[in-house]
């Protein structure tokens, strides 16, 4: 993937994730028998934006990482 789209991608995919985020801290205030059923929805969905979305482009270009350096193994 070229880097300007690969830029543009990782910029999408992170207001995504702050949206998702957001939804989180409001569903912490639901009952917890909803609670429960909205946690694990946006957990896969959480899992698939990093996995199947965002871990495509940082395998090409690790320095779009969001997280950084901080899981990335280090070869000695």
């Known amino acids: 993937m070229d880097r300007n789209s690969a830029e543009e991608l990782m910029a999408i995919y992170g207001r ?3 949206a998702l985020n957001d939804a989180c801290n409001l569903v912490h ?9 909205h946690m694990r929805g946006l957990g896969e969905v959480m899992g698939d934006l990093w996995f199947k979305l965002q871990l495509p482009v940082v395998r090409e ?9 901080r ?4 070869e000695e």
């Open 29 to 37: 205030n639901l009952p917890e028998t909803e609670r429960a059923e």
């Open 71 to 74: 899981f990335q193994k280090r």
């Open 16 to 18: 995504v994730a702050v």
């Open 61 to 69: 270009h690790r320095d779009l990482d969001p997280d950084g350096d």
